[in-house]
């Protein structure tokens, strides 16, 4: 696993719109030579960024489902994604930011349109509020919580539509753009911010691994085996939807990842919670990165945005999934 | 040692039991006894802190267990729920290995794997060590989740129900092997039961309740058709066979 990753990053650091030799990969990693520049600022930072963000979504959905209960979560059915498309369609139409940007080919390197990235949090965090508020405060079920996170999810959806009808097109074209989750938009600062949360929601996740074991056998169960089911639900759920929440306020919205990563697991591995949470940050890089590396050659020179490969392969992947498996 | 004093407790603004004060003593089996809603699972569910009880404190070695925190109560307090379900799909091994949850810090230990095969070879489950919990019959599972009560090495052992689903062999063999482990090991074992003759075969006090009260509790010598008449609204003859009592239908 680990070493189809090495191999993933070295295929997609050394592929692109300058095609490089493995070896001359080898050389400029090393040495300071022609291709140095564009390898190091852009190629692995890109990289890097798909494998965080990969790991990021792998592991989120992985706990997400867990910690509901429900094999459908994933950062999507929680309304996070449409809450921080909303914020940036806020910051884009009615703030007016991110005017003055060209978007598209990966000459244009690093999107740092801060205001949008700021609504974009805010607004995933927004629904990472509601949702941690009915589920503390109200004491609602697993069940109720993944209905809620859908209805959230067409509230944003309607509210980003209407403020669409009042922009103009190239305010609406703006928007659409910045939901094509793109892994190229992430620089190194980008990548630290991912890359600190996710370590901060891996960490705590890996230790609460028996804890998410004992879920498995319903609350009461849980409870009487020592396991503070609401305290570690709650922190779950805000870790999880915070770490992805970071990775789409820059990135934008790419999908699927979060969800197939672990049900990919559960399938070759099982559902222990102490494989299933590093393996699933593995397979999410896995598949990010090869999802990358397929946007950027499938079209070539064209660089399509990794969330429409994502979304296209992951659709057939998961029936695939529902037809192999007899359980979720 | 056990003690629950004055609880009310329910769920909503239903009061589910109503004043139940009891005592228990180290070493001895307990049959929690009365008809369907009569608050027996309640009892349990207040004793594991698994809800919060209106009124009253529940004091484990004078300590109330409000204040003992969840991990603390779990390495004193086994509780196996009536009714399980479970969409888990781990090895019965792992299962029972579950029960050592409250002593894991980072991994297992060789003791707790050690234990838990222990308890394995005990229950006759070696066979299905790496069977899927998922794939089991009823009573195989029921089995598998007593084991793991035991496996958590408590103080305190609350079964509710813990012979549904077992044939009549296991379900003597079961409460054999927790008559002998609660004495051996001077425990405090607590089960809710139906069966009024195993009961009277392998507990050593009965409580009864009716309507959330207590209606009686004492040891075999107390119990007499009138308990039993009146908890149930049934008409029963008690027999004295030997040492221990039979409860036949007397219709
Ligand atoms: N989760 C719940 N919510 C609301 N009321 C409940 C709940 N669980 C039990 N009750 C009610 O509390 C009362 C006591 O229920 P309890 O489960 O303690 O009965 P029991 O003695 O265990 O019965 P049984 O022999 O059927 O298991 C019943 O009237 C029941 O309807
Ligand atoms: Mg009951």
């Known amino acids: 696993m680990i070493l189809l990753l090495i191999a993933i990053f070295f295929i997609s650091i050394a592929f692109g719109s300058i095609k490089m030799s493995l070896e001359e990969v080898i050389n400029a990693l090393l040495r300071n030579s022609e291709y140095s520049y564009v390898l190091w600022n852009i190629r692995i930072t890109r990289a890097i960024g798909g494998i965080l963000t990969g790991a990021a979504l792998g592991v989120s959905g992985a706990v997400m489902q867990k910690v509901l209960k429900n094999p459908l979560a994933s950062p999507f059915t929680l309304g996070v994604s449409h809450g921080a498309a909303f914020g940036a369609a806020f910051a884009i139409i009615v703030l007016g930011a991110g005017k003055s940007h060209s978007f598209g080919s990966e000459a244009v390197t690093i999107f740092n349109n801060y205001p949008v990235v700021i609504f974009a949090f805010l607004g995933a965090l927004t629904s990472i509020a509601i949702i941690l508020f009915l589920s503390c405060f109200k004491g609602a079920s697993p069940e109720s919580i993944v209905l809620a996170g859908v209805a959230l999810s067409s509230l944003f959806g309607s509210a980003t539509m209407f403020l669409q009808y009042f922009a103009d097109d190239f305010q609406v074209a703006a928007t659409v753009f910045w939901t094509f989750g793109d892994i190229g938009k992430a620089g190194w600062l980008e990548n630290k911010i991912i890359f600190i949360t996710f370590l901060v929601g891996i960490t705590y996740f890996y230790l609460n691994r028996w804890n998410f074991n004992v879920l498995f056998w319903g609350d009461e169960i849980a409870k009487s085996l020592g396991v503070n089911i609401k305290i570690l639900r709650l922190i779950s759920m805000f870790l999880s939807a915070l770490v992805v929440s970071v990775c789409i306020s820059f990135l934008g919205i790419i999908g699927f990842v979060g969800l197939i990563s672990p049900h990919i697991i559960r399938f070759l591995i099982g559902d222990d919670c102490r494989f299933l949470i590093p393996y699933s940050a593995l397979m999410g890089a896995f598949l990010l990165c090869l999802s990358d590396f397929i946007a950027r050659t499938i079209l070539s020179p064209v660089v399509l945005p990794v969330g429409i490969i994502t979304s296209f392969a992951g659709a057939p992947m998961f029936f695939y999934l529902l037809i192999k498996r007899r359980r979720f | ?251």
């Open chain 2, 1 to 251: 040692m056990l003690e629950i004093s004055n609880i009310c407790a329910g769920y909503g603004n239903k009061l589910s039991i109503k004043n139940i004060s009891l005592h228990f003593n180290k070493g001895n089996v307990y049959a929690i006894l009365g008809p369907n809603g009569s608050g027996k699972s309640t009892l349990l569910k207040t004793i594991d802190k698994i809800i919060k009880p209106k009124e009253g404190v529940v004091y484990i070695n004078k300590e109330d267990v409000q204040n003992l925190s969840r991990k603390k109560l779990a390495k004193n307090i086994a509780y196996l729920p009536q009714k399980n379900s479970t969409s888990a799909s781990s090895t019965v091994f792992e299962t029972i290995l579950l029960g050592r949850k409250p002593y894991i810090i980072f991994e297992p230990r060789q003791e707790d794997l050690k234990l838990v095969e222990n308890i394995i070879y005990i229950f006759g489950l070696k066979y299905f060590s790496f069977r899927n919990v998922g794939e089991l019959s009823g009573g195989e599972l029921q089995k598998v989740l007593i084991a793991r009560a035991l496996a958590q090495q408590p103080k305190i052992l609350l079964l509710d129900e813990p012979i549904n689903h077992l044939d009549p062999k296991n379900q003597i063999e079961i409460l054999k092997v927790l008559k002998k482990i609660t004495s051996e090991l001077g425990i405090i074992t607590i089960i809710v039961l139906h069966d009024l003759n195993l009961a009277f075969k392998f507990a050593d006090y009965f409580i009864f309740m009716k309507q959330g009260k207590i209606y009686a509790k004492g040891d075999l010598s107390s119990i007499e058709d009138k308990i039993i008449k009146e908890v149930y609204d049934i008409r029963v003859k008690i027999l004295n066979v030997g040492r221990s009592k039979l409860l036949v239908i007397d219709e």
